[in-house]
């Protein structure tokens, strides 16, 4: 049977491994272009790619939508029963990418709740741009824009 200062000194050398091992992969994902698409730890947009002066960045999307009355309404995380960044991932950039299996249960469900039905959709970007004195709103843009079938 190991002794206590064994087993001690095993645990020591396994925990300086891993952290020697998270250290690296973390100098790796910073260093290498795409790398952190492998490392869930630092799966955030700030660490996504590296902003510079001049540099225009999204940063979040807008979705708008016509209802059959001819209204506009703008829709969020809230009206779909959902938190902004599903509703970031799951529906606006799913409507910009054109991935319907992915925002329209959430769609239906805001027009069952309430009681009115979709014939237009639009996203739009809302950027800004890097400056040394921090970021300055850029011009709108409308990403994406989808139509009911056999609707106007």
């Known amino acids: 049977m190991p002794s206590h200062e064994a087993i001690g000194k095993s645990y020591q050398r396994a925990v300086s491994i891993f952290t020697l091992f998270v250290l690296s992969m973390q100098t790796y994902v910073s260093v290498v272009p795409g790398g952190n698409d492998?490392?869930?730890?630092?799966?955030?947009?700030?660490?996504?790619?590296?902003?510079?002066e001049g540099q225009r960045v999204d940063v979040g999307h807008s979705v708008y939508a016509t209802l059959a009355d001819g209204n506009e309404v703008?829709?969020?995380?809230?009206?779909?029963?959902?938190?902004?960044?599903?509703?970031?991932?799951?529906?606006?950039?799913?409507?910009?990418?054109?991935?319907?299996?992915?925002w329209k249960p959430l769609l239906q469900r805001y027009e069952k709740r309430r009681n009115v039905k979709i014939v237009r959709l639009r996203v739009e970007n809302y950027p800004m741009v890097i400056t040394k004195e921090g970021g300055r709103p850029?011009?709108?843009?409308?990403?994406?824009?989808w139509k009911r079938p056999g609707r106007l």
């Open 38 to 52: 492998f490392w869930p730890f630092i799966d955030y947009p700030m660490y996504q790619h590296k902003h510079r």
């Open 74 to 102: 703008k829709i969020g995380p809230a009206d779909v029963g959902t938190t902004h960044f599903k509703f970031q991932g799951h529906v606006a950039k799913a409507l910009v990418h054109g991935r319907e299996n992915s």
């Open 138 to 145: 850029a011009p709108v843009e409308v990403l994406s824009r």
